[in-house]
């Protein structure tokens, strides 16, 4: 079974609009965090922001915000007033547990194009 | 900021050649990680890296790879001899810690081309 699920393979949205990104996960590790990641078409990786399994507030990083709905296990990145620089793959990936496996996992992706 | 750097960004190599793949994480981090994505796929892990021996890999990481911290500062990835499949872009990581909520921080990766 799928770890992340990202149901959208492409997103197109205007310049200063907002757009949400979805993210679902599967898990039954009580301890987990949950890490979003923007890959330009140049190819690095570049991390956005950040949620854990026991953070009571939705994270918030500038004009990143992550809708977390626990129960629903779902994480989804809201990008507010799109920038032509947003236009990039946006990859979710979590990591279960507290000294158990270290890695990310990740998902498909989804390639967000923001339209002047 | 600091951040992770890795050497070459873009590597040609011959089927069946070994190629060495070069990290410096950043400096205050104790794990390190390779990750690689191939062309169009999602990120995949292939190993984690601390206190100078492996902790986790994958079923990716066969013999054919290795990694080691030769010095203070470098981590390196070594693939003995490349095979066509190996084409990816291979990222160096490192994190403070293992637990969920250390962040793992990238490198701008390393294109690796078998032909």
């Known amino acids: 079974a799928q770890k992340i699920t990202q149901t959208q393979p492409g997103m197109f949205v205007q310049e200063k609009e907002a757009v949400t990104l979805d993210c679902t996960y599967d898990?039954?590790?009580?301890?987990?965090?949950l890490f979003w990641y923007k890959q330009p078409s140049s190819g690095e990786m570049i991390f956005l922001i950040y949620?854990?399994?026991?953070?009571?507030q939705n994270a918030t990083e500038g004009r990143y915000s992550l809708n977390f709905q626990k129960a629903r296990k779902s994480a989804n990145l809201v990008i507010s007033a799109s920038q032509l620089g947003d236009s990039a793959m946006y990859f979710c990936?979590?990591?279960?547990?507290?000294?158990?496996?270290?890695?990310?996992?990740f998902g498909k992706g989804t390639k967000l194009t923001v339209n002047p | 900021e600091p951040e992770v750097t890795q050497t070459p960004s873009h590597q040609v190599t011959q089927m069946g050649q070994e190629v060495i793949l070069r990290c410096v994480p950043i400096s205050n981090h104790l794990y390190f990680y390779w990750y690689r994505q191939i062309l169009g796929q999602k990120v995949e892990f292939l190993v984690s890296f601390y206190n100078n021996e492996i902790s986790e890999k994958s079923e990716i990481f066969d013999d054919q790879f290795s990694v080691e911290r030769p010095d203070g500062s470098n981590f390196t990835l070594k693939i003995r001899s490349t095979k066509l499949e190996d084409s990816a872009m291979y990222f160096c990581?490192?994190?403070?810690?293992?637990?969920?909520?250390?962040?793992?921080?990238f490198g701008e990766g390393s294109w690796l081309t078998v032909v």
């Open positions: 990581a490192s994190s403070t810690g293992r637990i969920s909520g250390n962040t793992i921080y």
């Open positions: 898990t039954s590790d009580p301890s987990y965090g």
């Open positions: 990936a979590m990591r279960e547990g507290q000294g158990g496996s270290e890695k990310l996992v």
């Open positions: 949620q854990g399994s026991y953070d009571q």
